[in-house]
T-cell receptor
């Protein structure tokens, strides 16, 4: 079946602009995660959604970052007033549940802030 | 707190050499442990996992054993191939005081023919 998809695959924006990144998880997966991978770095956890529960936002680096998940499926990560340090690959993953379940990753969105 | 430490790369090996990539962790509660791999030009994918102490995960000739006493989950392969060249990430997931997945920084492996 279809895997996790993300759009756009690449986004170039100017400092101070807002951007929206989209993630379509695997159908039936209740858990959805956002990560950030900076050049040469590991993955930094940003936010996690599980079913209808309140999301775990503990990884969001600042209040410029927000995310929502509509209808328990598609998720949008929004970065307001982008800064150059926001440049990274943003990865989305989904899983059936949590902890022991395999996370399936999308191809990522490469964000470049000029 | 929760953390994952894995050996720095890059690691360069000749084909058919033995591979070990060290991974140690600290965690509150009882984590599940994972190795993910990112091949050139591809997305991150699960290589293997172990959900409790003494479990051994294995896939594609790779193995890792969940060692609670040494808080380690080292990745091993007896004979690497050029096609194993990739970045390998050790990770833990724990559901204590809120869900957390922590990834290591990644270890890049180059295998020469």
């Amino acid at each position: 079946g279809a895997g996790v998809s993300q759009s756009p695959s690449n986004k170039v924006t100017e400092k101070g602009k807002d951007v929206e990144l989209r993630c379509d998880p695997i159908s039936g997966h209740t858990a959805l995660y956002w990560y950030r991978q900076s050049l040469g770095q590991g993955l930094e956890f940003l936010i996690y959604f599980q079913g209808n529960s309140a999301p775990d936002k503990s990884g969001l680096p600042s209040d410029r970052f927000s995310a929502e998940r509509t209808g328990g499926s598609v998720s949008t990560l929004t970065i307001q007033r982008t800064q150059q340090e926001d440049s990274a690959v943003y990865l989305c993953a989904s899983s059936l549940a949590v902890v022991t379940d395999t996370q399936y990753f999308g191809p990522g969105t490469r964000l470049t802030v000029l | 707190g929760n953390s994952v430490t894995q050996m720095e790369g890059p690691v360069t090996l000749s084909e058919e050499a033995f591979l070990t990539i060290n991974c140690t962790y600290t965690a509150t509660g009882y984590p599940s442990l994972f190795w993910y791999v990112q091949y050139p030009g591809e997305g991150l994918q699960l290589l293997l996992k172990a959900t409790k102490a003494d479990d051994k995960g294995s896939n594609k000739g790779f193995e890792a054993t969940y060692r609670k006493e040494t808080t380690s989950f080292h990745l091993e392969k007896g004979s690497v191939q050029v096609s194993d060249s990739a970045v390998y990430f050790c990770a833990l997931s724990v559901n204590t005081g809120g869900f957390k997945t922590i990834f290591g920084a990644g270890t890049r492996l180059f295998v020469k023919a």
